[in-house]
């Protein structure tokens, strides 16, 4: 069961986003100017069979197989704060980094702690309020926070890096979609947007209480759709937002879709905050990378659908066949699901909203 919120921010604690320029994943480089340090960077290592998913692709973490039916699943992710309050802080940065090894359909075996902090102007008292907050997420996760490495810098940072193990043939990627799969998110949008109007004092404690209990769920969905062989392809939608995880789905499977933006879930409040311009700077990067592959949208919905999503849901394509074994994995993890969208042949534009 996630623990409650803490809302509070004592004299101790001051408020953690004033010390960082971006928040969460929205701290993420743009996916075109990734794609030109990773392209810039060449390849050093040598091909290996038992690598089952490296840099090559754009999925969710790495994959090693290490005997003819197990493979273990590694990733880290790190990022500054996107909430005021320490312990919540290494609470979201937990759950999101763990996100991955479900993503892959894995199960988490233990972590380590990525921590960067200023120490002239934070308590250490903060910085182990953050590591609790780590560690309560990880054993909601049944696993070990077992170690880390800390560094002085100049903002607060906090990830984890997390290892994980997957039958061969239960591995779900992000490249293996189909055409006919029906696609479903697992959480709703509009985090990055929820977020950015805290900063600016414009959310309601509802609201925000609302996006932190949402990146503050575990993904743990994933290890139980694993069992189901129609589930085709899954990622974690996070800093890129929904069109860019989607647009790499598409590339990687050479497919397109379609996406049905009345049926997508959002956040209660959202609406609002995109009227009032609370739009993350993170938000006109990844359309700038990415838009070209996208039919032409409104303002209004490029600010919900490439927002950048801290700790988000999982995007699933699931075949026709593997339709109601779906819903009953959903049903069992309290999630009522609905279809947002369908994998079609390739078309010119990746991904069509309508």
Known sequence: MTQPLDTSTSTTHPPL???????????????????????????????????????????????????????????????????????????????????????????????????????????????????????????????????????????????????????????KQNDTAEVGCKLYLTKSLGVGLITTAHKRGLASEEDLNAAKQSMLTLNRIGESLAQIESVKAMTDVTGFGLLGHLAEMCLGSSISAVIHKESLPVLPGVKDYVAQDCIPGGTNRNWSSYGHHISDLAETDIALLADPQTSGGLLVAVSEEGQNAFIQVANRHGLNLSPIGELIAQEERLIQVI
Not at 119 to 133: F, K, M, N, Q
Not at 159 to 170: E, F, H, Q, Y
Request: hydrophobic letters at 45%.
């Open 17 to 171: 986003t004033q010390f960082s320029h971006g928040a969460g994943c929205g701290c993420k480089i743009a996916p075109s100017i990734l794609q030109n340090i990773l392209e810039a960077s060449g390849s050093s290592v040598a091909p290996d069979a038992a690598l089952l998913v490296g840099n090559n692709t754009c999925d969710d973490a790495a994959v090693y197989q290490i005997n003819e039916t197990e493979a273990v699943i590694s990733t880290t992710d790190f990022f500054m704060p996107i909430v005021d309050d320490p312990f919540d802080f290494g609470r979201i940065a937990s759950v999101n980094a763990i996100s991955d090894v479900y993503a892959m359909g894995g199960s988490p075996l233990m972590a380590i702690a990525i921590l960067g902090w200023p120490i002239e102007e934070l308590s250490p008292e903060a910085a182990g309020s953050v590591l609790d907050g780590s560690r309560s997420v990880c054993r909601e996760a049944g696993i070990s926070l077992a170690g880390g490495h800390s560094i002085d810098s100049p903002e607060p940072i906090f990830g984890l890096a997390v290892t994980g193990c997957i039958d061969v043939d239960k591995l």
